[in-house]
């Protein structure tokens, strides 16, 4: 169980994440989610004993994390500047790994290597954004780290790079069931992994929620533009789009089941809502009005 008691992070007058209190109990995938500057960076910096809370304290398994040899070797934080020498080759880096991390799997790390098609004996610096990504998340998922945090780690990776990370990471949680925290923007392309989702705003927890309890907030209703339209009058619209006819519209909340069972009647489907839709909804100050 990892525990945020009043975790407050400052640099100097700028206060970037402001006493938040958050439980999050291991063994699940926690999805961060917040716009740019929402403090993700600087929260996970704290939960990973990277950096001394201002005020607060964080707990990991009831101890306090922070120079924490203990809870450092169970964790494994990788970020955007990846803390490896740019002039080693990833053979070598992941060799170095190995020896600091006892849980360290070089086979598995070599096999995620070729999958994401990274050469062994390529130098860190002659990566492409896209690849240095890429051994972020070799380095991140063959450490076996009971604590995994992956921040923004998908940077510049194509859409198969992004798609093997997604599917490794599922495969290998799976397998090794331990607890990860994944920030992103790219929500809904990775939202289906996510058990758990926390939204930051403006340093302070704004949500902290099961992924499906959340995709419950709202619905999507489907058909003739006309009775969609009559439908979404009087009720707070997300989103919608056209094709032809059809008009598709997302709902903030659930309508009622009887004006649901009479919509339907009516020949309108109903559907969840994604992920992504209600973060925009919830973190933006001017949701759109329902127009007929
Ligand atoms: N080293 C620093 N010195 C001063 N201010 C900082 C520093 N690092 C971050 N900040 C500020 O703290 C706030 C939160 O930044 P942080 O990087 O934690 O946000 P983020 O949610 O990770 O953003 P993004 O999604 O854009 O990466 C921002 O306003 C940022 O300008």
Known sequence: MIELR????????????????????????YGLLGRNGSGKTSLLSALASYRRPSTGRVLVNGAEAYENPEVMRSTCFI????????????????????????????EYAAKLLDLFQLDPRE???RLSRG???????VLGLAARAPLTILDESYLGMDAVARSTFYREV?????????????????????ADL???????????????EETEQLRGRGVT??????????????????????LGGIREATLDGRPDPADVARAEAAGLTF??????????????????????
């Open 194 to 208: 996510f058990e758990r989702v926390v939204i930051l705003d403006r340093g302070r927890v704004l949500l902290h």
């Open 79 to 106: 970020r955007d500047s990846l803390d490896v020498t740019e002039t080693d080759r990833l053979q070598g880096v992941c060799k170095v790994a190995g020896w600091l991390r006892p849980t360290f799997d070089s």
């Open 170 to 190: 599922l495969a290998d949680y799976l397998a090794h069931p331990r607890t990860f925290i994944l920030s992103t923007h790219l929500i809904e392309e990775v």
């Open 221 to 242: 209703v489907t058909g003739p533009a006309a009775a969609v339209g009559e439908f979404v009058t009087g009720r707070t619209v997300l989103s919608e789009r056209s």
């Open 6 to 29: 009043d975790v407050s992070v400052r640099y100097g007058r700028k206060t970037a994440v402001s006493e938040v209190n958050l439980d999050l109990p291991a063994g699940k995938i």
């Open 131 to 137: 690849q240095k990504s890429a051994l972020g998340v």
């Open 123 to 125: 130098r860190v610096m």
């Open 271 to 292: 559907g969840p809502v994604g992920v992504q839709e209600l973060f925009v909804h919830l973190t933006s100050s001017q949701p759109l009005e329902a127009t007929r």
